[in-house]
């Protein structure tokens, strides 16, 4: 019997490249994934970004947000050592604390102003490419007015606008500054503009296609047209823009933070660990800085690698 | 041509009324301008009766096209934190920010066309291949940590090292001496400038390989033309262009300054004005500040769609 498996088993290492081609085509999903997989960068981005999130959320077991909240004005400004592995702040708190729940801030503000500004962009895109005329207009003049402002600008005049007087709030146990929402606020309404340009291009071509004549033929509603078949068809640049805004969003808290109008402390966020390191850095203090900055940096390093990658996986007419 | 000049112009227009109308609500409703009297020395008759001195007591609709009235014939009115005429506080600013933004813009424009066309020539070289990498990290920096980065090492630790060292901040100093003013621009203008090196260089690249790939490249080399004459007179012309729009709508954000490194370098620019009477309800110098700059894009926006159509005659405007 050994003798003939022996003799079957060339033919089983047959051509693999003519094999594939007689496979089942793949979907259009596994190809972006096989394209997203060959992108080494994207690889190293996706791992970086979850290693990156299991450090902000197992570090959450190992020091409780009191201790990182605690003032402890007899050890401050102290250099990293191991009590302390990032070192203290000028009220004496442990900065590796403050950056494991700054970094959960930090993203979920990212997440949450992405997602508005995904809202935004995509109902104001949409309806400016499906209804063109006077609509389109309106809109188109709306966001190239919001496009002439530096963002800068309209983030200082928005936090100043909702940053008056702000209550605490809790959520799952938790107490946060209400200013968290107020930057996701201002984040989210100052960074639509782009996706509101990139869906509505996107939907004045497609709106020209057959198969929009044809659901309008069949007296499908301009709603349903616009939400379940124009949409749809645009993800893969929402998907990319998403990605690069959520980097975008992180740098924007820093920031607003940076410049004391973001989220306020005790609350900490990568942002407001540094709003005090310009007077201290004379002092040589450079802890206050070069951490929180660290960390900023390598999640927009690995989120920019993550929508370079998507960009190259999601375009059709890559090859893989 | 004309007509589509035209056209722009009254875009531009309304553009810039949805933006004043916006922020001027915006910023009044933002803050209290009044807020700086209530330190207990002023009764409430003598703040109802500068509130109405102000203007303040009106509807904020009204404000506005009273502010919108004066601000069309070139008055900003009067700083309401400052005591000063807005125009005037301006001016103080606005030589600073030139200083720093052209200077930092020389630099940018320089350093990114050298860099993006040597690493396009050779291409995947070691150079390319690192400055790739760098620029794409670099691209990816927030400005406050280059700056931060920049002033620990040359102005902290240089001065601990004994080693000689630059200035932290410019608060003090003065423009005629040309040597001070020099130390003092290294820092900022170098951290204004890492960021949109990368970005520039980046771009440059592309469009460069993209061109040195066409076959009049191939027919300027064919007839034995020197390769650097190939690179920068009929390469690169084509592969610049839209580099030129690109600096052309970045360029009039530089009028407002750069707010964060202004903060860092404590640079007296218009960046670090808005900054600090946006938080004092300063309206009039808030506003006045918003309004130069968004015409600027404006005005920039139609310019480089105007100048793009005369340097590439592919274009046409409709």
């Known amino acids: 019997m050994s003798q003939v498996s022996d003799s079957i088993k060339p033919h089983l290492t047959f051509d693999t490249a003519a094999a594939e081609a007689l496979a089942a085509p793949l979907s259009p999903g596994q190809l972006a994934w096989r394209r997203f997989k060959r992108h080494r960068m994207a690889v190293v981005g996706s791992l970086g970004l979850i290693v990156m999130m299991i450090f902000i959320i197992t570090g959450s077991f190992f020091y409780t947000e009191k201790y990182s909240n ?11 050592a191991p009590d302390h592995y990032f070192g203290t702040d000028s009220t004496g708190r442990d900065l590796f604390a403050r950056i494991i729940y700054g970094g959960q801030i930090s993203l979920i503000i990212g997440v949450s102003s992405v997602a508005l500004a995904l809202l935004l962009g995509i109902t104001i895109g949409g309806l400016a490419g499906y209804y063109s ?28 606008l909702f940053g008056s007087e702000i209550p605490t709030m809790k959520l799952l146990g938790r107490t946060f500054s209400g200013s968290v929402i107020v930057v996701i606020l201002v984040i989210g309404l100052t960074s639509w503009m782009y996706l509101a340009r990139i869906v509505r291009a996107n939907i004045l071509s497609l ?13 499908v509603s301009n709603l349903r047209i616009l939400v379940q078949h124009l949409i749809p068809n645009t993800i893969a640049p929402i998907i990319v823009a998403a990605t690069l805004g959520l980097a975008n969003a992180i740098i924007s808290e820093a920031y607003v933070s940076f410049l004391g109008l973001g989220v306020q402390p005790p609350t900490a966020s990568w942002g407001n660990l540094m709003d005090q390191s310009i007077s201290l850095i004379q002092r040589g203090v450079w802890w206050m800085w070069l951490f929180p900055s660290l960390f900023i940096v390598l999640t927009i390093l690995f989120t920019n690698f993550v929508g370079d990658g998507l960009r190259d996986a999601l375009d059709p007419r890559r090859k893989v | 041509m004309t007509t589509y000049i035209l056209r722009r112009l009254i875009q531009g ?8 109308t916006v922020s001027f609500g915006l910023t009044r409703m933002a803050s209290d301008p009044m807020a700086q009297y209530t330190l207990g020395r ?13 203007g303040l007591d009106q509807p904020i609709p009204v404000q506005y096209f009273k502010w919108l009235s004066l601000a069309v014939r070139g008055d900003f009115g009067y700083s309401i934190t400052n005591r000063q005429p807005v125009s005037e506080l301006i001016m103080q600013r606005l030589p600073q920010t030139l200083v720093l933004m052209v200077t930092a813009e020389v630099v940018i424009i320089i350093l990114s066309a050298l860099l993006g066309i040597y690493s396009a020539v050779k291409q995947y070289s070691l150079f390319d291949n690192v400055l790739t990498g760098l620029s794409f990290v670099g691209f990816s920096l927030p400005i406050f940590f280059i700056a931060l980065t920049l002033m620990f ?32 621009l290294i820092l900022p203008v170098a951290s204004l400038a890492i960021i949109q090196v990368a970005g520039y260089t980046r771009y440059l690249r592309s469009s460069m390989l993209e061109v040195l790939s066409q076959d009049y490249i191939r027919t300027a080399r064919a007839k034995g033309l020197i390769e650097r004459a190939v690179v920068v007179r009929h390469a690169l012309r084509n592969a610049a262009l839209p580099l030129v729009t690109l600096i052309g709508l970045d360029a009039p954000a530089l009028l407002a300054g750069a707010i964060v490194t202004e903060t860092v370098y404590s640079w007296p620019g218009m960046g ?19 309004l130069i700059v968004a015409t600027a894009v404006v005005v920039f926006q139609i310019l480089t769609d105007i100048a793009y159509t005369v340097v590439d005659p592919r274009i046409r405007l409709s």
């Open chain 2, 153 to 184: 090492i040359f102005a902290v630790q240089f001065k601990e090292w004994g080693l000689p060292y630059l200035p932290t901040g410019a608060d003090v100093w003065k423009f005629t001496d040309l040597s001070e003013l020099v130390t003092h």
């Open chain 1, 207 to 219: 709106r020209e296609m057959d198969y929009i004549a044809a659901s309008r033929a069949l007296g």
């Open chain 2, 42 to 54: 002023i009764s409430s008759e003598d703040r109802a009766r500068i509130r109405k001195n102000l």
């Open chain 2, 272 to 290: 670090r004005l808005f900054w600090q009477q946006a938080g004092r309800g300063d309206y009039p110098t808030v506003m006045a500040i918003l």
């Open chain 1, 133 to 160: 005329g006077w609509v389109d207009a309106i809109l188109m003049r709306f966001t190239e007015a919001a496009l002439s402002i530096p963002s800068l600008f309209l983030l200082i005049i928005l936090g100043k």
């Open chain 2, 13 to 20: 227009i309304f553009i810039l009324m949805i933006i004043t």
């Open chain 1, 70 to 80: 605690f003032n402890d004005p007899a050890n401050r400004l102290a250099a990293p």
